[in-house]
C-alpha cells in the first residue's frame, strides 16, 4: 500500500525559504519510471503542479516557479524535499506530495496548508 | 488562468448522466493522455481516469472518460449525492515551457 505524508511549517513569512518534506511508504524511488511530484492549491482556487523528481535524479519544474524551487531525494530515507524560497502571501496553499508511476499522479498524500504572513 | 479550461460547475439529478469538458491544445491534450481526478471537500484529489479512458482499480464504471482532437470528457452515469466534489482534469504540456497543467476545476451540484 503507498502511501505519503508532507510535513512542513504551517506559517512562514514573507521573504522566507519555505521547505516541505514529503515521506512516503510502499514505494522506492529508485524503482525505474517512479517519480513523486508536488502539486499546491490555494484556497478556493484550482490545482498547481510545482516539481516532480524521477528515480533516476531527473528533475523537472514549473516554468513560472523554476527560480524559486529546488527538488531533492534521499532514497534511503524515504523522502522527497521541496525548496521554495522568496515566500509571498500568494504562495498560501495546501501543498500535496504524490506519487507518479508510468503514468497518473496516483497517489496523493493528504495535503499540508502553509500560510505566508508577517 | 488555468491552461486547460473547464466549466466552473455542472449539475444533475441522481440517476442522471452529466458530462464535463476539458479544453486544451495541440501541446498537451492534443498528443498527451488526459487524466481526471476528484476532489471532495476538505480531501486530496484521487484519480478518477487515466490514459484518456482507463480506470484505476476500484473506480466504478459509472465514471468514464473520452478524448476527441484538443478536448475531453468526463461522464458519470448514475449520479449519486456522493458524486458532489470538484473534478479537475490534466495533462503534461509538451511545449517550450514542458510541464504538467490543470484545468480550472468544475464544480458538480447534485440537486
Known amino acids: 500500500q503507498i502511501t505519503l505524508k508532507e510535513s512542513g511549517p504551517t506559517l512562514v513569512k514573507p521573504t522566507q525559504t519555505l521547505t516541505l518534506t514529503c515521506t512516503f511508504s510502499?514505494?522506492?524511488?529508485?524503482?525505474?519510471?517512479?517519480?513523486v511530484g508536488w502539486i499546491r492549491q490555494p484556497p478556493g482556487k484550482a490545482l498547481e503542479w510545482l516539481a516532480l523528481?524521477?528515480?533516476?535524479?531527473?528533475?523537472r519544474y514549473s516554468p513560472s516557479l523554476k527560480s524559486r524551487l529546488t527538488i531533492t531525494k534521499d532514497t534511503s530515507k524515504n523522502q522527497v524535499v521541496l525548496t521554495m524560497t522568496n515566500m509571498d502571501p500568494v504562495d498560501t496553499a495546501t501543498y500535496f506530495c504524490?506519487?507518479?508511476?508510468?503514468?497518473?499522479?496516483?497517489?496523493w498524500g493528504q495535503g499540508t496548508m502553509v500560510i505566508v504572513s508577517s | 488562468q488555468s491552461v486547460l479550461t473547464q466549466p466552473p460547475s455542472a449539475s444533475g439529478t441522481p440517476g442522471q448522466r452529466v458530462t464535463i469538458s476539458c479544453s486544451g491544445s495541440?501541446?498537451?491534450?492534443?498528443?498527451?493522455?488526459v487524466y481526471w481526478y476528484q476532489q471532495l471537500p476538505g480531501t486530496a484529489p484521487k484519480l478518477l481516469i487515466y490514459?484518456?479512458?482507463r480506470r484505476p482499480s476500484g473506480i466504478p464504471d459509472r465514471f468514464s472518460g473520452s478524448k476527441s482532437g484538443t478536448s475531453a470528457s468526463l461522464a458519470i452515469s448514475g449520479l449519486r449525492s456522493e458524486d458532489e466534489a470538484d473534478y479537475y482534469c490534466?495533462?503534461?504540456?509538451?511545449?517550450?515551457?514542458?510541464?504538467?497543467?490543470f484545468g480550472g476545476g468544475t464544480k458538480l451540484t447534485v440537486l
Open positions: 490514459s484518456n479512458n
Open positions: 510502499g514505494f522506492s524511488l529508485s524503482t525505474s519510471g517512479v517519480a
Open positions: 495541440s501541446s498537451n491534450i492534443g498528443t498527451n493522455y
Open positions: 490534466a495533462a503534461w504540456d509538451g511545449s517550450l515551457s514542458a510541464s504538467w497543467v
Open positions: 504524490a506519487h507518479k508511476g508510468s503514468d497518473a499522479f496516483d497517489i
Open positions: 523528481i524521477y528515480w533516476d535524479d531527473d528533475k
